[in-house]
């Protein structure tokens, strides 16, 4: 006798009277309506992107002239600089996955925010004193520790802060929900511009003066940060935190593993109300990917016996719809890896690139730093183009409210990235050329007669990638994760960019053992432009594997839409 079984709608609307969010004491607010009135929107957010654009002066200010200390000051090697390198972007990006399980399990984004902004101020603080006041015997101690503090301040505060500034939005309402699609992209260019002024500043400070003022000046953009960050208190809207998300992920799969052998001929369509989930998370509808995933939302004999719902034999088709969420994203995560990989070398490779060309502009001097921060500044200018001109036109022909899908504009900032690739092996072959031709090739400090704007193709194109790939996959990871991982899903963006970097760290070292004179000290003597050439291929291979997982990517589906396919 089959056994039988009902399937599980989605939980009741949320009551009207209740809100996901918290006011400034904590306190569920009684009407979100009302309290939108006050809080929330612009009005709050730019506080948090003012405060973002602070902390990203630090950590680029970190992050652009790390390889230069290194190699310059600690005398590394070029390779064991770049492996450095490529080791603390990988750990400043992944370890965020701890923080922003912290945040939407337990403190809140808010709470965060503040606890690791107190980490990192103070490693920024410890960094500036290692660099400028400890005896060179303890040096490289001192500043390893300094820096993986501050790489634990990140961990949390970064994968809170765009998520906390995009909660400020309300998705119900459409004017907020298209300022919110809006806002993705002035938040790069916010950050771009505090990246660029890092690049430019910083840089020149500590080859111009001394390399602890540099540090001190990061440490202070830090602090500002923090105290911008605070002034906005009284008009952030607070998510309470859920407790842990996971554990609603892993009742997803024990359910379904306990009743795989029910037969589901007999499924009828139920509306039984599950109240206890957490309030404000929005309702999703059903879809037919990962079918085996549906029998957690079987109701069978023993369920229909208990008086009691047991959580780890019945779970809602919510439940079940934000795990099938977190399956599907992770191709597109995967695919996104060699993305990554491409946009860190303007902090590794091209600096040592532009070190060795002629950087005279109108008569300035301009520092190898401060050069690639070409890359940002045409990210800073795309933004507004991209926003008031390419959405309007794209939106006319597509029909999308955003002009393009997400998984489009990543697409598009993939296929940007490649090319990039090429024309930066093509660029290298001709500044190694023009070395050989003036017998450089063995006097690795002399300067190349060719001037350092041949690298600006290759940074413009860089900044284009960024505008379509880096918002794209922030955009993409806050909005395809389920409401209760916000933080989460600003830490997958993160942890790619991790992942890309150890990957780089990877490659690096494996060229530098089967071809060491691809990457040698004396970069007049390297064959750069063959390693370009194994990045170009390497993305055009994961490209392979994004058009893949796109075309079979189901966006997310609210309760009442239809399931969309790309």
Known sequence: METSAILIDSFEDMRKSESYFADENG??????????????????????????????????????????????????????????????????????????????????????????????????????????????????????????????GQAGFRPCIQAFAADQFNEENEKERRAKDSFFNWWFF????????????????????????????????????????LAGTKLYKRPVPGGSPWTSVFQVFVAAARKRHISSTNIIVGHVTIKDEPLGMNSLSHTDQFKFLDKATIIDEIDKSSEVKN?????????????????????????????????????????????????DIFSITLTPVSFVVSVGLFAIISVPLYDWFFVPLARRITNNPSGITVLQRIGTGLVVSIINMVVAALVEA???????????????????????????????????????????????????????????????????????????????????????????DNLNASRLDN??????????????????????????KPAGASATIH
Request: aromatic share 16%; charged share 10%.
């Open 430 to 520: 001709r500044r190694l050329r023009v070395a050989k031709e003036h017998g450089l090739a063995d006097m690795p400090k002399a300067q190349v007669p060719m001037t350092v704007m041949w690298l600006l193709p290759q940074c413009i194109l860089l900044g284009v990638s960024d505008i379509f790939g880096v918002v794209g996959t922030q955009q993409f990871f806050y909005d395809q994760i389920p409401d209760g991982m916000k933080s989460i899903g600003s830490a997958a963006f993160l942890t790619a960019m991790g992942m890309g970097s150890f990957l780089s760290h990877v490659i690096v070292s494996m060229v530098a053992k089967l071809y060491p004179h691809w990457l040698m």
């Open 190 to 229: 916010g950050i771009m511009g505090g990246a660029s002024a890092a690049a430019i500043i910083v840089s020149y400070v500590q080859e111009a003066m001394n390399w602890w003022i540099g540090f001190c000046i990061i440490a202070i953009s830090m602090i500002l940060a923090f105290f911008v960050f």
């Open 311 to 359: 959580p780890w034999r019945l779970c809602s088709v919510t439940q079940v719809e934000e795990v099938k969420m977190l399956i599907r994203v992770l191709p597109v995560w995967f695919s996104t890896l060699m993305f990554f990989v491409v946009i860190v070398q303007p902090a590794s490779f091209f600096v040592k690139q532009s070190a060795t060309l002629n950087r």
């Open 27 to 152: 306190d569920e607010a009684n009407d979100l309506k009302q309290e939108n009135v006050f809080k929330g929107g612009w009005s709050s957010a730019i506080y948090i992107m003012v405060s973002e654009i602070a902390e990203r002066f630090a950590l680029f200010g970190i992050s652009s002239n790390l390889v230069l200390y290194l190699s310059n000051e600690l005398h590394e090697s070029l390779v064991h600089a770049a492996e450095t390198y490529y080791s603390y972007l990988g750990f400043s990006a992944v370890l965020p996955l701890l923080g922003a399980f912290i945040a939407d399990s337990y403190i809140g984004r808010y709470k965060a925010i503040i606890y690791s902004s107190f980490i990192y101020i103070l490693g920024l603080i410890w960094l500036t004193v290692s660099v400028g006041f400890v005896p060179t015997t303890y040096k490289r101690l001192s500043f390893f520790l300094s820096l993986y503090v501050v790489v634990l």
């Open 531 to 556: 390693f370009y050439c194994l990045l170009a291929w390497m993305s055009l291979l994961w490209l392979g594997f994004f058009f893949l997982a796109s075309r079979a990517y189901v966006y997310k």
